[in-house]
């Protein structure tokens, strides 16, 4: 089991910046990548940004280019998320998660634990 702990969500108008961080615990010997979801009501999880817990593979959504930054800290089993230059359309819940084994794709279903979610909100 990886028990994961995201803060740092909020509101911020429009061209801010936030940035949310996610904490693992337990076994964090099994992470091998971890990545951040956003969902709206009434919609599924979508992949934002995922990052290998080895090496310097990152993945990022097409709407999180150029803006959305995903770092890690294997010393503090950490995942961050630099998120600039936000838009009213990033609102929504976003969530942490790993998969329960070998990345092997970028859904949601490819990803077995989960964090409880921070909000973010983006005024225009």
């Known amino acids: 089991q990886v028990s994961l702990v995201e803060s740092g969500g909020g509101s911020v108008q429009a061209g801010g910046s936030l940035r949310l961080s996610c904490t693992a615990s337990g076994r964090v010997y099994a992470i091998n990548a971890m990545g951040w979801f956003r969902q709206v009501p009434g919609k599924g999880r979508n992949m934002v940004a995922a990052i290998r817990w080895s090496g310097t593979s990152t993945y990022y959504a097409d709407s999180a280019k150029g803006r959305f930054t995903i770092t890690r800290d294997n010393a503090k089993n950490t995942v961050y998320l630099q998120m600039d230059s936000l838009k009213p359309e990033d609102t929504a819940v976003y969530y942490c998660?790993?998969?329960?084994?070998?990345?092997?794709?970028?859904?949601?279903?490819?990803?077995?634990?989960w964090g409880q979610g921070t909000h973010v909100t983006v005024s225009s």
């Open positions: 998660a790993t998969p329960q084994g070998p990345l092997v794709g970028l859904e949601s279903s490819d990803f077995g634990w």
